[in-house]
């Protein structure tokens, strides 16, 4: 029976990036839902290493926390002035001294590489028995990358830097990737005899390969499958170019498991989101973080969620979403904001200028436009009419607000927090809602209107309006002439669930 391999990762992360002009350390920067170290640590993770070094460096605080929220397994090692990759690698070796077997290095930039690339290398070199071994690419414009230079019979003989190539090696066409399998025995002894003698004066791993052909070891090159995955990033241009790279390469599999894309290039997903079968994604939507959406669900266009669950067959449209749960069959948007902890149950609906926060509606409930809920729990099949408002903060605390089952409450409303509405209750169009509504009751705070009678003929007259008033008043026998004031018919005659108190 063969032992399990022994393998360390080390990644790369210490350079500053300097081309990226950023305050962000350039392994730092964001691309659909990983950072780019991030993006080389998942493609390192089917590796089941046991250890995973980080030599950090520039902005070596701020790596290190992000490197305990996404990568709590893996261990920052400091390399305070960076004399470059073998100088590097040998300062993360020295901190793990019982490092055996196989050492994956991976330079932390190569955010497109992926893990099946990274295990086929590491497979390649451990049956070979080789003593190193080099991701290599066919591209068609080497500028800038080392040059993997080959012997008459084909093997490695050595990998030379741009800046130290003759001209016939700068014609040289296969790079290399800046992702390795070493021996961890003959790496130690290796990077010891590493020189600075070269253009950059630093300690180049690169090096390592001609040291080991020179004592006669087996040196092995891998060839990516796919010249995309070694890309690395140096500026901001580059890190646009990966993106889409990475986009096409997200969505393509989505539309190859069933999920419909009805405009791939302006759909933009994280690796961290997932999406049911026969899921639609319209034009210019965002996906990101932990977003879910279900079967037969449909997204966009013009929205972007973000930690947001979508159950099977709900509608999103142009909306924008954090940390909101949208039930099965509900329907959101055009124009709406869910902000985290809203929760709509199944076949809730959440309408046209809306925006909800840190609260339930009911299955069934519906609250069509131009309102806000905030703090507040809605049961299921209430209306909330147009414009009402969940009056929730008192400029001090937030308080909370209940609604009954089936009530309804009519347009214009201020619901003003903590205050319940009883199942079945009404409130009238216009009123602010202070204390508890009983259920079945109907509750109304608004003031009683008047109307002052001939009140435009006097005040406006020679107006349009006037002029209207009055062919109005000749149509409609027995007109008063005189001024006078009536009382408005009472809530019970023309009450609130008539068409203009509340909306469907
Ligand atoms: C390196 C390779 C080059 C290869 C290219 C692929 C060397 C000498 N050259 O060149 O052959 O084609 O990658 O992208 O290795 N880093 C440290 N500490 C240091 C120096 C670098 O941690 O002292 C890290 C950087 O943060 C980066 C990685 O190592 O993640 C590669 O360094 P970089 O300076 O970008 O190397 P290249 O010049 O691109
Ligand atoms: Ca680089």
Redesign the pocket.
């Known amino acids: 029976m063969s032992q399990p391999r022994l393998r360390t990762v080390v990644v ?4 500053e ?1 300097k081309r990226m002009k950023s305050a962000i350390p ?2 730092l920067h964001p691309m659909l839902g990983r950072t780019l170290v991030g993006h080389v640590l998942a493609a390192a993770a089917p590796l089941a290493a046991e250890r995973t070094l980080v ?1 950090v ?1 520039h902005g070596a605080d701020q790596v290190t926390t992000h490197l305990a929220e996404v990568a709590a397994e893996a261990d920052p090692v400091l ?1 305070a002035e ?7 690698v040998r300062i993360a070796l020295e901190s793990a001294p019982d490092a055996a077997g196989t050492v994956v290095v991976l ?4 955010p497109l590489l992926r893990p099946e690339t990274v295990t086929a290398l590491v497979a390649a070199h451990e049956a070979a028995g080789a003593a190193a071994t080099v991701l290599a690419a066919e591209v068609t414009d080497p500028s ?3 040059r993997i230079v080959r012997s008459e019979n084909g093997g490695l003989e050595q ?1 030379v ?1 741009e800046r130290d190539a003759s001209p016939a090696q700068l014609a040289i066409r296969e ?4 992702i390795y399998a070493f021996d961890a025995a003959l790496l130690r002894d290796a990077l010891g005899k590493l020189s600075t003698d070269n253009d950059q004066g ?1 300690e ?3 090096d390592v390969f001609g040291l080991l052909v020179s004592t006669g070891e087996t040196v092995a090159v891998h060839v990516a499958p796919d010249a995309t995955e ?1 890309l ?1 990033c ?1 500026d901001r241009v580059e890190l646009a170019t990966l993106r889409r790279l990475l986009r096409d390469r997200i969505n393509e599999g989505w539309m190859r498991t069933g999920v419909t894309l009805l405009d791939p290039a302006t759909t933009w997903i994280d690796v961290t989101v997932t999406l049911d079968r026969d899921a639609i994604v319209d034009q210019n939507t965002q996906l990101r973080g932990a977003t879910t959406v279900g079967s037969g669900a449909t997204v966009g266009p013009d929205t972007t969620l973000i930690d947001t669950t979508v159950a099977a067959g709900a509608t999103v449209l142009r909306a924008h979403a954090v940390g909101a749960v949208i039930g099965a069959g509900a329907s959101v948007g055009p124009y709406a904001y869910l902000r985290p902890e809203a929760k709509l149950r199944d076949r809730a609906k959440v309408g046209t200028f809306v925006e909800v926060k840190k609260s339930e509606i009911g299955e069934g409930a519906k609250v069509p436009h131009l309102s806000y809920v905030g703090d507040a729990t809605i049961g299921a099949q209430a209306n909330i009419g147009a414009a009402t408002i969940f009056v929730n903060y008192d400029g001090v605390n937030k308080h909370h607000t209940t609604i009954g089952e089936a009530a309804f409450i009519g347009c214009d409303t201020n619901l003003v927090a903590p205050v319940e509405v009883g199942a079945g209750a009404y409130v009238a169009a216009g009123s602010a809602i202070t204390s508890d509504v009983p259920p079945g009751a109907l509750g109304v705070t608004r003031a009683e209107q008047r109307n002052v009678e001939g009140w435009v003929a006097r005040r406006r007259p020679g107006t349009k309006s006037a002029a209207a008033a009055e062919r109005a008043g000749r149509m409609v026998a027995g007109a008063s002439e005189g001024e006078a004031i009536h009382g408005a018919p009472d809530a019970g005659g023309r009450g609130p669930t008539s068409g203009d108190t509340a909306t469907e």
């Open positions: 790369l992360a210490a350079g990036g350039k392994v030599v460096g390399q960076q004399h470059g990759t073998g100088h590097a330079n932390g930039d190569v800038g990358l080392g990998i830097e790079i290399n990737a800046g630093e180049y791993l690169t070694t690395g140096n």
